[in-house]
């Protein structure tokens, strides 16, 4: 428990109820957010105060296991913003690429392509993949990335500050992130010119991710991947 949470309970305990009644809820609700009271998560600019859906329920062993897989064998490069001293941070994030993926098994063919346009070090994709192994499916996962440095040419007027950027970046990290899995297809080049190269492409699809950090190669993503994406 944080000092400020202490503080507020120490404070909730010692003030009379009478006088904590006077008080309007919606003031005793802003007090307790600006001590952090009652936080159950908060990474990456977002704080949650409710029961984490990771906790307990069923189908979390896998997304479980796999946060401490990554904390062990994954290699990250830097760029992003992305490295073990906040992998905790991005949990909220990971769990819903994973819940996603189960959702789009269990409702779709289980065994329907799935496609990440923005792969950076595969770390979203190593979520992707272990979901579809402990799923029993056999889909292959298509990840599409220049995994080299952002280049003017795809940014817009606002965007050129971006220019330069993910030059850390490389498909073989990526490669030796993924080596246990079989069912990844590559798809090295700037989007949209990779998405008419081979290998091919699938014509359906049963997932879409896209992170790809300006607005030119993801309007363009999604013009060619939303009419696959399955019911």
Not at 71 to 86: A, M, R, T, W
Not at 123 to 139: C, D, I, K, N
Not at 200 to 211: A, C, E, N, V
Request: with cysteine; charged share 20%; hydrophobic share 35%.
């Amino acid at each position: 428990m944080s000092r400020k949470q202490t503080m507020f309970n120490m404070l909730r305990s010692s003030v009379p109820k009478c006088l904590k009644n006077a008080i309007p809820m919606n003031i005793r609700s802003w007090i307790g957010k600006q001590l952090n009271y009652g936080v159950t998560f908060d990474g990456w600019g977002m704080k949650n105060c409710h029961e984490l859906p990771w906790n307990g329920g069923v189908g979390n062993e896998t997304f479980l296991q796999t946060i401490g897989d990554v904390k062990e064998h994954f290699d990250f490069s830097g760029d992003g913003g992305v490295n073990l001293s906040n992998i905790d941070d991005l949990m909220w994030r990971h769990w819903i690429v994973s819940y996603c993926v189960r959702h789009a098994v269990e409702f779709t063919d289980k065994d329907l392509p799935m496609v990440e346009c923005g792969v950076c070090d595969g770390l979203t994709a190593y979520f992707v993949l272990r979901e579809l192994r402990g799923l029993g499916s056999h889909a292959n996962m298509h990840l599409y990335d220049a995994w080299a440095p952002m280049k003017s040419k795809y940014l817009l007027e606002s965007e050129q500050q971006s220019v330069g950027h993910y030059s850390n970046i490389s498909m073989e990290r990526v490669k030796k992130n993924l080596s246990k899995f079989e069912n990844v297809v590559y798809h090295q080049g700037y989007i949209p010119e990779s998405l008419n190269k081979e290998p091919s492409s699938p014509d359906k699809i049963s997932y879409l991710s896209i992170d790809l950090n300006s607005s030119i190669p993801t309007v363009a993503a999604l013009e060619y991947f939303f009419p696959k994406l399955a019911r």
